[in-house]
């Protein structure tokens, strides 16, 4: 999709067809938001081509889009697994993008009711999250977080600021960026999952996945997080190209398109 926009070579739209066409005709959603927070790929992939699509992809895809929309939407409007955990970011982000792919107002509305949601129970008003409180490890708000900022980017490509809201408590998505950037700048530093309250944590330690024992956090980890914020607030820009210069890791691509 990416290669079509930047050439104008049907061979790419045709392959993006091609691919996204056989995706929607074979696969059946299971609402897993961690199993398929990879979608949003795909969204972005037909939005870039969207317009010159034909009408058969078209028809193929849109369906698809109000399903997930729907879908995750219903869930998080019940009682799903991890309610108010990272789990609910990542179906507010795939809701979000479904939802303004359709162009259904009604979709729309739920998701940004959603989102709002999310950000009054998930994050917390001195930046924190309810994530970090569990998991006792940054990698679980970076996971909340970047979910939630994308959801906020696909508003703001829409005309609408999610990204400022704030919720009664105070909590919103800049003031837990703040947070995390105390870290990000090695002005704090963190031990990851010491004091983790969920047995998976420790079950996956014990089971040799290292990445879940305690160990320092590495603010490099923090480079995509920030990547994305700055495409929101320009006053981040600095956090990441620090991170980036110290680190030497890199965002995606698309994340740095105008930086």
């Known amino acids: 999709a990416l290669g079509w926009r930047l050439t104008r070579k049907r061979a790419f739209l045709h392959q993006a067809e091609r691919y996204l ?10 609402f897993n938001p961690i199993d398929e927070t990879g979608l949003d790929a795909m969204v972005m992939a037909y939005d870039l081509i969207e317009a010159d699509a034909s009408a058969a992809t078209r028809a193929r895809l849109d369906p698809f889009w109000a399903a997930m929309a729907r879908g995750y939407l219903d869930a998080l409007e019940g009682r799903p697994r991890g309610a108010v955990t990272n789990w609910s970011s990542h179906r507010v982000k795939l809701a979000t993008l479904a939802a303004f792919q359709t162009g259904d107002a009604t ?16 994050l917390h008003a001195d930046g924190s999250t309810y994530d970090f409180a569990e998991r006792d490890a940054l990698h679980y708000v970076t996971y909340s977080l970047d979910p939630l900022m994308m959801a906020a980017l696909a508003a703001r490509a829409h005309g609408e600021d999610w990204f400022g809201y704030a919720a009664p408590s105070g909590a919103s ?8 950037a105390t870290f990000a700048s090695g002005a704090r530093t963190h031990i990851e999952f010491r004091n983790s309250r969920v047995a998976f944590d420790r079950e996956r330690a014990a089971a040799g996945q290292d990445d879940f024992a305690p160990h320092p956090w590495q603010p490099k980890k923090a480079v995509n997080s920030f990547s994305l914020a700055a495409r929101l607030d320009p006053r981040f820009a600095a956090v990441r190209d620090a991170l980036i210069a110290r680190s030497g890791a890199r965002p995606p691509e698309w994340m740095m398109i105008g930086a």
């Open 21 to 30: 066409v056989a995706w929607a005709s074979i696969y059946r959603s299971d």
């Open 107 to 122: 979709l729309i509305d739920r998701a940004r009711a959603a989102y709002r949601r999310q950000i009054a129970v998930n």
């Open 173 to 180: 998505l800049p003031r837990s960026l703040d947070w995390l």
